[in-house]
């Protein structure tokens, strides 16, 4: 099985997922394999088009019949992911008990964790709680091979090596099948040896309880190469003149959950050019702050709303300000699957098609308008959101993953006057570069003539040259000018009556409930939420006017993704603080997430204690653990839409210090694959990882029992924007206060996982909401 080098041709490999959030991990390991990145840069496979030999499929999207007939023939081997619950469910195993008892003679098996797990219960063994769960946690693995002649799964693996452990469930090494032999081990925490590896004496089926694909695992790449050797000697000894198999036919790559190259490229047309993207400088005066020009010409200026995209921390991320009044406003219902499309004189319902989402259909009117927009900005102009500014609630993941949605709710239940996604749009946008204090002025102008069928969502969007004309003259007159005398409009307090929709006693239970769940092997870790709910006085101001409310918030908290969203004829205001980056992509698609997962408070009268606490965070292994969860889920998610080999984590849990809490914030990045849209890029990975917990889609199952069927609308959700040039940047909502009539509301959350403490817990979620509410450490 040599190629003409003499060295192996990769193996063809199904790697199938069991609804795990790290399963798509494991092509960074074909990744490594194929640059030969594990063995100090010698190449010792033949990995050309290793890309067509590798596929991610998703269990359920697969019968038992249609893997034996329509997969088995062209695959060299397997790797079982890991996943939520227990083979002993079929539930959470499904046909592949078939796989190994009926097939596993013919066909090398590599099972990870629940894949490990099913190994055994498939030859009669038993899986039981772990003496205690280990989840993003970093264990130390011994193993035989240094007793072995031939080739084993660890060869040229050192006897004692790192790997990460997501499991609360082990192999009871008691009922252990005679055809199954243990080769691996660590010790749990009371000493005793709990099995990390198997394999069977005869067939070629192995198997390790830890996960190799993790970013903070050793010995990963080294340990998948010693398995597909394993497999290709057994298909070497089964038939000796087996020749190399082919590529996977595309019938089966096309059904790949990883990013692919789009089977052939799409056919290139010349579009007409109908708008023309452009930026102006504006002379100004230095004092007219961002709140100044805001009040002066954006505040009460359009029916449609009034936005500020702002940094209220000029040395955070991101490092401009962007305020404009929108020209529409798009809201889309899940339950009607319609868009209701507002502007300043009108509003109609777009029904979207059934065979579109809210996604596909948002993503084809950015590209619609990339293809049809002269960007005519100079190079290296700063991005600036025109476009689709907004917030899409986290109740949108029952289009993103339908399987997390309450069937019940599907049709009947949901709120229609409450949308599930809000965006406005931008075709003027006024922009502050904190750096330089210099201000632009940029629009979308309609400068060609409209067809006549044109699309229904990109109608009358866009500036007339007139209009364009106006603004600009309007602006520089105004940046010309000195800032009136008046002093700007001033801060209101925040309300102080919120009340939590659960008390301490039943929050501690629900974290109770949850750690339960995790310990019963059915999540890592769940990123628990409760919301606090204040009223405001039917006659104050600040229902029809909550601005001095945000002028509060970014005084008291600001935060890098700080903003004002305000869309009276939508009914909803977001006064955010969040510091969380969900995703940024820009106009190449390189994109890049940032989740935080580890929270302090900090202790603002006291330097030597608060850098006490900051480096206690960063060494802190409840902590890092969370946040080492999330990471793995967000690189998993990134591998949806980006290439393989540019998913990287170039920052591993670095402290971040805002006003009031310290963070562990990572950094992941990735160029989205051909033909994947920035867009569909967001909806691959939403709702964010850091919201909702590993893995993502049965997090969010427990999620919703666990927060009693709550829905968390826009808290949890994203908001930012995705400009017709394809650039975006959203930002998790999170510290933020929603209004909706006189109701304002706060969530507030945390990751649970089986080492929570319910107080502390408890205590984490009041420091968030405090950091918001501007209340002093309690
Ligand atoms: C749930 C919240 O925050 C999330 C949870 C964090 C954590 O567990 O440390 C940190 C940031 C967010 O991803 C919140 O602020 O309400
Ligand atoms: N990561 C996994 O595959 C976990 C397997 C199983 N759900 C456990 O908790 O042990």
Redesign the pocket.
Known sequence: MASDTGRRRLPTVLVLD?W?S?TRNVLRLVHQIAAGMHFDGQQEWDCTDWQDRVVVLNVDSLSWESFEHDILPYIDCVVL??????PHRQA?FSWPTRLIQQVGDRIPIFG????L?GLATSFGGT?VK?FA?KHGQISQIRHTAGSQDSRNLFTDVSNEFDAVQ?????VDPKSLPAELEAIAWTKDAKGADEIMALRHRERPLYGVQF?PESISSTSGARILSNFFHLALDFHDTASRSRPPSANLPTHILSLSTACRPPPTPSPSSTPSLRYELRTERIESDREWTPQRVFEELVKGRSPVGEVWLDSARPTGLPQYAHLFAPQATFAYSVASHSLLIRDAAASRQVQLPADSTFYTSISNVQQAFRCATRDSRPDGCPPCPIGFVGSIGYEMKDVTLPLSARPCLRINEKDEAQPEAVLAFADRVLSYAYDSGEWAASGLVVTGQLPEDVDDLTSGLGTEEKEWDMWLSTIRQTLASTPPRTPSQTPAPLPTNFTPDQFRSNYMESIERARQSIIA??A?ELCLTTQFRSTLPADSPLVADPYPLYLQLRATNPAPYSAYFHLPSSDLTLLSSSPERFIRIDRHGRADMKPIKGTVRRAPDDPAEDERRKQALEADTKERAENLMIVDLIRNDLLASCTVESVEVPKLMKVETYQTVHQLVTTVVGQLGAGVAPFEALARAFPPGSMTGAPKLRSLQLLDELERHVPRRAYSGVFGYLAVDGSSDWSVVIRTLVKRGRELTLGAGGAITHLSDPAKEWEEVLTKADAVLGRAAS
Request: aromatic share 14%; hydrophobic share 25%; glycine share 18%.
């Open positions: 069991f795990d790290y992911g890991p996943g939520p619950g227990t959470d990870l964790c629940l894949g797990q899986v772990a769960p997501y499991n609360s469930l082990v996960h092997g059915n890592y």
